[in-house]
Each structure stands twice: as C-alpha cells, then as structure tokens.
Nanobody, 121 residues
C-alpha cells in the first residue's frame, strides 16, 4: 500500500484547508485510515481516523473543526479543516492500517510523505 497526501499550504487563522490522501496498491486490505500531525519540536499526534465502516475518531483539539471522510471505495480520504488556528501548524501525515482502530501511531503500517500546513497571520 502506498499513500500520497495532497493539499497543504499557508493560510491565515480562521481560514479553511482540505487535505486528501490517495491510496494505491492493496487497498482492499485497509481498515482504518487517518491523519497524524507533527509540529516542529513536537511528537507525532493523532488528528482523526475513519474506519472502513465509517466510524470516526478525533483528537479533542480538532473536534468540531475538522471532518474526516472517505468515499465508498476507501479512496481518497479527505480531512476538511475549518477555523484553523496557529497551533494547527504542523506536517500532516496520512496513515493506514489493516488492523483495528488505535491511537498508537505504531499500529499504522502505511504512511504518506507528509504535507505541511502553516497557519499564520
């Protein structure tokens, strides 16, 4: 499975941005797809995930502002980010696993290359 992320960029606080993750290869094996992020000097943290059945999970810091979705063929997965804050600035990584949902990044076997989101006035 290969993952490719798109959509990062520079926006001002309060604006919106949409990230997309396209999977290729043995995508039939994927159960959970999601987004992690890593701010400069910080640890990689869970942003949002979605299972093949459509169950979603969000970090408290983005709940109500971000929405993760996927089409019925599991590809692509999008992350709609609204009301962006300066603290959302990070490299965002798309991730996928054939296993069950987990917040532990170590569970996710497949990772995209990362896309930078910068929120600054």
């Amino acid at each position: 499975v290969q993952l490719q992320a798109f959509g990062g960029g520079l926006v001002q606080p309060g604006e919106s941005l949409r990230l997309s993750c396209v999977a290729s290869g043995s995508i039939f094996s994927i159960n959970v797809m999601g987004w992690y992020r890593q701010a400069p000097g910080g640890q990689r943290e869970l942003v949002a995930t979605i299972t093949s059945g459509g169950t979603t999970n969000y970090a408290d810091s983005v709940s109500g502002r971000f929405t993760i979705s996927r089409d019925n063929a599991k590809n692509p997965v999008t992350l709609q980010m609204n009301s962006l804050k300066v603290e959302d600035t990070a490299v965002y990584y798309c991730a996928a696993t054939a296993g069950l949902y987990s917040s532990d990044a170590g569970v996710y076997a497949y990772w995209g290359q990362g896309t930078l989101v910068t929120v600054s006035s």
